[in-house]
């Protein structure tokens, strides 16, 4: 239902984005590939190579699977208690995860299931001898539903408060037990998104790193990242970083291949856009059932975070927050992460309105189904290429134009937004496709299109996932240290950097102190990603 | 092909960029590692010390650690803004010089004495450590004495270690095991292992759990218990004295062949090992200084293990082994 302007205006968009970030990409590869190392070794995969392939699978599908399950009752359970207490708040929180430096985060589980964790004391104290060991496969797949159970949880729930109100009108109408409305109304919607969600969750795992390595136990648990880690940083073998990724890059894309068997179309009906009101969900045990699914993953959640706001408020945060390090830290961390995220969410726009224009078409030929498909390959793909080499490629590529420090700020924010990119499109992507096929053949009829049907149609209802996807980009940005590792000078310092830089000059207590800041300006964050919730509702 | 790149780009750049503007005062830019530079760290005071002698201007650039710095000093070849690269260690020298970028410094660099007489035409050391298990005095009574002990040991006191692949005090403990067991490296890592709770990328998560209690020994410096006696007024992080003596970490400094004020760069390296520089080392970097300090250290300097004997392997040898001695190592440690 687009004209032609708009079909081929949404074609360039698209054609732009892809060109940029593949140029972007490509770069960096050209640009590593044609350094002569002259170290060159020939062994480019070793046993050892397929023994963390495996492990690297295995944990992700691992990782995978338990966060998406454990995820869905949570976001059923969210969704049926629109005002259960302390909603919102529990819904900001699962943003948190994210926005940390993984270390932080990781230093917080422990606090809770390490061995001198709060969990293992209890277990003590009941009399048990032998305490819980989250060090091995067990402590990775803990850590990694910590981190992504939250990230289900949200885009589900998201998922399911995008369906038309009248059917659950129409449901109660027509007396359906909660099997049904599950079955009929529920599975259907988490259905839809499960696929995506999973195969997300299943590249940022794949790709762990610090998380592997600290609560992996030894060099048994290592990923494919590890290696490319190591090929350039410690031994800097560009021909084998770069292969070691495209082995990373191909299994995942087959594993993403075969999720997207897994995917089905959307056929979001049309609603006249009422308030939702649940009526199912009232009876006693059904209370007590979602309570539990939501007391249990809040809990899961706000304990390892409760414990590094236990270690953080230890540290002379005044003291902190006025130093000018953290000052400089913080502004170049706040500019980065904005242009980030700015930048994800129009990159973002731009790709779904190339597939927008594609799925628009009649017959779409052979090279627009390509193309539609290359959008949607690289817009998640993109995740798997691993920072280090983007960085150390682009530094040789900048290299001869002067000081790379002068560059740096920008190329982590190109970095950092094609990290959030996958995220920020499963934001966007099934909110601006519901309610473009709401929404298309009435503008049309009234007339509006460009700027008015933006201001007037869109925005009302998009600014939500909007606000929502800037948040979740620009707390990614927040959390990352590996682009800016590269890079690190002293004119560019962030805040995960400074963490990490106290750390290692044993001041433990200020690092601690950091990280509850950064926490603290991350649900900051998350409050602006979820403000628009409440004036649309009021709306 | 790269040339064609380049060429293209440097096109577009040269439209776009403008030449940096020339400084008019002399300066000096050192690269180092992070937390040289960093507020508590020597940077500052070593900047402030040395322009007072040198009406110049020293600028410090900063990267991760030792080993982004070669990478980095690699990366950019022969153009680099760099003088002085500060901070690379014995191990990654044989690396460094194979690169070409380095000048021997031709100064009579005896003031700087290391425990096992290190010293190099090209590279000066500023200051040094030994490598040791640290142990938390509450949680331990009875330390390894040895390292026999600490491999040899009760596998229910974990120890927490960094990996090699990624870190200089891991490719450390590598080297000291390689050094004390020679062939039976391999039979003592997998005794070993057991022991170990966790590989950490870098010494910062390893030290970072050991400190939050979660593990009582950990792989760090004979110099960390100082940190914890002058600055937090407390003993309760010992290291643990072995009886086979211990590894040590030298840091060096070297300079650079494309320096464009070879005086200058000299006048630092020789500014390097004199006690304005030396004093600072100590109580900022926590290391040793390699020669005369001003005034003596603090106590807690003398209440240190003074290992006996000091291991320390050429650094061609370490260049020409490391990666076998990795994959042994990831052989014995993957076993189950």
């Known amino acids: ?539 | 092909m790269r040339r064609t790149v380049l060429s293209i780009l440097a096109a577009a750049a040269a439209l776009s960029l403008s030449a940096p503007a020339e400084a008019q005062e002399k300066t000096l830019t050192v690269y180092t590692y992070e937390s040289f530079i960093s507020d508590w760290g020597p940077g500052p005071k070593v900047k402030e010390a040395f322009e007072k002698t040198c009406a110049c201007k020293l600028n410090f650039v900063g990267v991760a650690d030792g080993v982004a710095l070669l990478t980095r000093l690699k990366l950019e070849g022969p153009g680099t803004d760099a003088d002085i690269a500060l901070g690379l260690d014995t191990n990654l020298i044989s690396e460094a010089k194979a690169t070409g970028l380095f000048e021997p410094h031709g100064l009579d660099a005896s003031a700087a004495k290391v425990p096992g007489n290190y010293s190099d035409d090209t590279f000066i050391p500023y200051d040094y450590g030994h490598f040791a298990v640290v142990y938390d005095t509450q949680a331990i009574k009875n330390p390894p004495k040895s390292l026999k002990e600490l491999v040899e040991g009760d596998p229910a006191q974990k120890i927490a270690i960094e990996d090699p692949r990624t870190s200089t005090p891991g490719l450390g403990l590598l080297l000291w095991v390689k050094s004390v067991y020679g062939d039976k490296a391999p039979e003592a890592w997998a005794k070993l292992r057991k022991r170990v709770l966790t590989v950490t990328p870098g010494w910062s998560e390893a030290y970072g759990l050991f400190t939050k209690g979660e593990v009582p020994m950990v792989f760090s410096y004979t110099t960390s218990p100082a940190y914890h006696m002058v600055e937090e007024k407390i003993d309760r992080y010992q290291a643990a004295s072995f009886s086979e003596g211990h590894y040590i970490q030298i840091e060096v400094a070297g300079m650079l062949k494309g320096t464009g004020d070879k005086d200058l760069a000299k006048q630092f390296l020789k500014f390097m090992v004199s006690p304005a520089f030396q004093d600072i080392i100590p109580t900022t970097n926590w290391m040793m200084p390699v020669a005369k300090t001003s005034a003596p250290l603090p106590d807690a300097f003398n209440k240190l293990v003074q290992p006996a004997k000091t291991f320390l392997m050429g650094s061609d040898e370490v260049a020409r082994n490391r990666q076998a001695w990795i994959d042994q190592w990831l052989t014995a440690m993957s076993m189950n």
């Open chain 1, 1 to 539: 239902m687009l004209t032609r302007t708009e079909r081929r205006r949404g074609i360039g968009w698209g054609l732009l984005s892809l060109t940029g970030i593949a140029l972007f990409v490509g770069v960096a590869i050209v640009a590593l590939l044609s350094w002569d190392a002259g170290n060159a070794q020939s062994r480019l995969f070793t046993l050892y190579t397929w023994q963390i392939l495996r492990f690297t699978l295995l944990q992700a599908v691992l990782s995978t699977l338990l966060s998406v399950v454990f995820a869905l009752p949570v976001a059923l359970a969210l969704a049926r208690r629109p005002s259960f207490p302390g909603r919102l708040w529990i819904i900001r929180l699962m943003a948190l995860p994210m926005g940390l430096p993984v270390l932080i985060g990781a230093l917080g589980l422990i606090g809770i299931w390490g061995r001198q964790g709060a969990m293992n004391s209890l277990l003590l104290k009941l009399g048990l001898e032998q305490p819980v060991s989250i060090y091995g496969l067990s402590g990775i797949l803990l850590a990694h539903v910590f981190f992504n159970l939250p990230l289900a949880a949200r885009l589900l729930l998201a998922a399911l408060e995008r369906l038309p109100a009248e059917y659950w009108l129409l449901s109660s109408s027509l007396g359906m037990k909660p099997f049904s409305v599950f079955r009929f109304i529920e599975w259907p919607a988490a259905r839809r998104v499960i696929p995506g969600i999973a195969g997300l969750i299943f590249m940022l795992c794949a790709t762990s790193f610090t998380l592997v390595l600290v609560l992996g136990g030894g060099p048994a648990a290592t990923t494919l990242e590890v290696a490319i880690y190591q090929s350039l940083r410690f031994d800097f073998d560009p021909p084998r970083a770069i292969a070691l990724s495209l082995l990373q890059i191909g299994m995942t894309a087959l594993i993403l291949i075969a999720i997207s068997l897994f995917l089905v179309p959307d056929d979001s009906g049309i609603t006249a856009g009422r308030a939702t009101r649940r009526f199912d969900g009232r009876t006693v045990p059904a209370h007590l059932w979602d309570t539990l699914a939501i007391l249990l993953a809040t809990a899961f959640l706000v304990l390892p975070l409760a414990s590094i706001v236990a270690a953080g408020v230890q540290a002379n945060l005044w003291n902190l927050v006025t130093s000018p390090a953290f000052l400089r830290a913080a502004w170049t961390s706040f500019a980065i992460a904005l242009s980030a995220g700015l930048l994800a969410v129009l990159t973002s726009l731009a790709i779904i309105a190339g597939r927008g224009a594609v799925a628009d078409m009649k017959r779409p030929g052979g090279t627009a189904r390509a193309f539609s498909l290359s959008l949607a390959g690289m817009s998640s793909l993109v995740l798997l290429v691993p920072p280090v080499v983007l960085g150390t490629g682009w530094f040789l590529m900048l290299r001869p134009f002067g000081d790379v420090a002068r560059f740096a700020s920008a190329l982590v924010a190109i970095i950092n937004m094609l990290m959030a990119l996958p995220f920020v499109m499963r934001v966007l992507a099934p909110a601006v496709e519901t309610h473009r096929k709401r929404t298309a053949r009435l503008s049309a009829s009234l007339g509006l299109s460009g700027f008015s049907r933006v201001w007037r149609i869109d925005l009302p209802v998009l600014a939500k996932p909007l606000l929502t996807a800037l948040s979740f980009a620009m707390a990614l940005s927040l959390g990352d240290l590996g682009a800016v590792a590269l890079f690190g000078s002293s004119e560019l310092t962030t805040l995960p950097w400074l963490v990490y830089s106290r750390l290692s000059s044993y001041r433990t207590n200020d690092a601690d102190g950091l990280a509850l800041i950064l926490g603290v300006i991350c649900l900051g964050l998350t409050m602006i990603g979820t403000a628009g919730q409440r004036e649309i509702k009021r709306g």
